[in-house]
């Protein structure tokens, strides 16, 4: 019997596999496991959800990526919890793993403030899947408004909401109003895509509350030029099936997209650990659980308190860089080294997109707004693509866009269920 260490991985996003790279070659067998079968980049996935993009531009299936770690094994599965004093993780199937090592990755996903009936009438942006259906929505929305012999029905199949000023909703609403007013602008005969009415909603005070407030109106001003209605303390009241109530007014909407508040996974039940108020596990300095050496949470799905005290942001390099440090400390523990003790975050800075052009960044300690920080923002993201085959065809896809303004991935297959019934409900009321 091999008495080789066993390190079990759950999670194949950015703290999985950076913890699973480093931990190739090592004298120990490794166990990665992810509910899906490949690496996705997320800040990227707004574009797939604009038909900028397709999803294999983003996504890397895992075994390739970790394809010369020989010792690394990629199982397809859902962990469902975790027996810490038995070493084991559970998985949906009913299958069990045992480990020597843990290492915890499983993200977060969104919450609804305590609405959890919301999730049913808007879409979030979390997994490709998402992102196909958003995509889908929003083309079918125009295909339907092209039919509409009803001229009343065409505003609100047109309307559009996006939920949270954060980064992501700011890159998804300005570029839903460029598909709008570039894109799709040229191929409709009934319907103007360039009157589409889309809706930014922000409950605070500035959308991009974590930038410093000159950049927050940069970008205001930015997503207003491209005919986004940007709306600032303006709480979600309800949503439902057609429409959403946004301060004291109620928009009838057939795409509403929830880009605000996330939490992390049921993890911390699964361990019996303490929790932040997001629902993160509270790690120590090492990332390991306190009182569990052998148990690591990296990621989304962790709380690490940073240099200022204040838990780490849910970002993709912090989750990057956990992996690299639990994959480094487990590497020296498995060949009886010291290994680091601390991690460190190295903070390069933040970034967020608005339209083809335009970005605010904050990058070393310099702060940049417009076409410099939207070349940066490209370059950075081109090269942080997890292979080369990726950063080839998004920059070829990103080079024809700029150029043409066109956009390759506007293909559906069918019509989604919802534009079916409209359709159906159409019929019979003309009948
Ligand atoms: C739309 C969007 C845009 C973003 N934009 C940016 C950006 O511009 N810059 C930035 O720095 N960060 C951005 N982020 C945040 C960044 O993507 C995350 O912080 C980062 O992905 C976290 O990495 P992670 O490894 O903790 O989790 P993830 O990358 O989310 O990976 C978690 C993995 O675990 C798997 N998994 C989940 N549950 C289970 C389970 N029960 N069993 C098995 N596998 C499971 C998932 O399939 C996934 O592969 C964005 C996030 C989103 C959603």
């Not at 569990?292 to 799905?301: L, S």
């Amino acid at each position: 019997m091999s008495q080789r260490p066993r390190v079990v991985i759950l999670g194949a996003g950015f703290g999985g596999v950076n913890a699973a790279k480093v931990l190739g070659g090592c004298a120990a067998d490794v166990v990665l496991v992810d509910k899906t079968n490949h690496h996705l980049f997320q800040p990227l996935l707004y574009q797939v959800a604009t038909a900028a993009l397709a999803p294999s531009d983003i996504a890397t299936a895992t075994r390739v990526v970790l394809r010369h770690c020989k010792n690394v094994t990629v199982l397809m599965g859902e962990a469902v919890g975790i027996d810490p004093d038995a070493r084991e993780v559970r998985l949906e199937d009913g299958a069990r793993l045992r480990y020597d090592y843990l290492v915890v990755a499983i993200g977060s996903a969104y919450s609804f403030f305590g609405h959890d009936d919301w999730a049913r009438h808007v879409h979030v942006l979390k997994t490709l899947d998402d992102a196909l259906k958003i995509r889908s929505a929003l083309l079918a929305a125009f295909e339907l408004a092209e039919r509409c012999e009803d001229k009343a029905e065409i505003a609100p199949l047109m309307t559009f909401v996006v939920v949270g000023g954060g980064p992501t909703g700011v890159e998804l609403a300005g570029t839903i109003a460029e598909l709008s007013r570039t894109t799709l602008a040229r191929d409709f005969r009934t319907i103007e895509p360039r009157s589409a009415h889309i809706v930014l909603c922000e409950a605070g005070p500035r959308i991009l509350p974590s930038f410093p407030p000159a950049q927050s109106d940069y970008a205001l001003r930015a997503l207003q030029n491209l005919g986004v209605d940007v709306r600032v303390g303006a709480k979600v009241g309800a949503i439902d099936a057609g429409s959403i109530q946004i301060g004291a007014e109620r928009l009838q909407s057939s795409v509403v997209v929830w880009c605000a508040g996330t939490a992390a996974h049921p993890a911390s039940k699964w361990l019996g650990a303490t929790a932040a108020s997001n629902g993160a596990v509270r790690v120590g300095p090492d990332c390991a659980l306190p009182g569990r050496p052998e148990i690591f949470v990296i990621g989304d799905v962790a709380s690490f308190d940073g240099a200022d005290g204040r838990p780490l942001p849910g970002l993709a390099p912090v989750a990057k860089q956990q992996g690299l440090f639990v994959g480094r400390l487990l590497r020296a523990r498995i060949d009886g080294r010291p290994g680091p003790k601390r991690f460190r975050y190295r903070d390069y800075g933040m970034m967020a997109i608005i339209g083809r052009s335009r970005a605010v960044a904050q990058l070393f300690g310099l702060r940049m707004s417009g076409f410099v920080a939207w070349l940066a923002w490209s370059l950075i993201h081109l090269m942080l693509l997890v292979d080369f085959r990726s950063r080839l065809t998004v920059y070829v896809n990103w080079s024809w866009a700029w150029f043409t303004y066109g956009r390759g991935a506007r293909l559906l297959t069918h019509a989604p269920r919802w534009i079916a019934r409209a359709r159906g409900k159409a019929r019979r009321d003309a009948a």
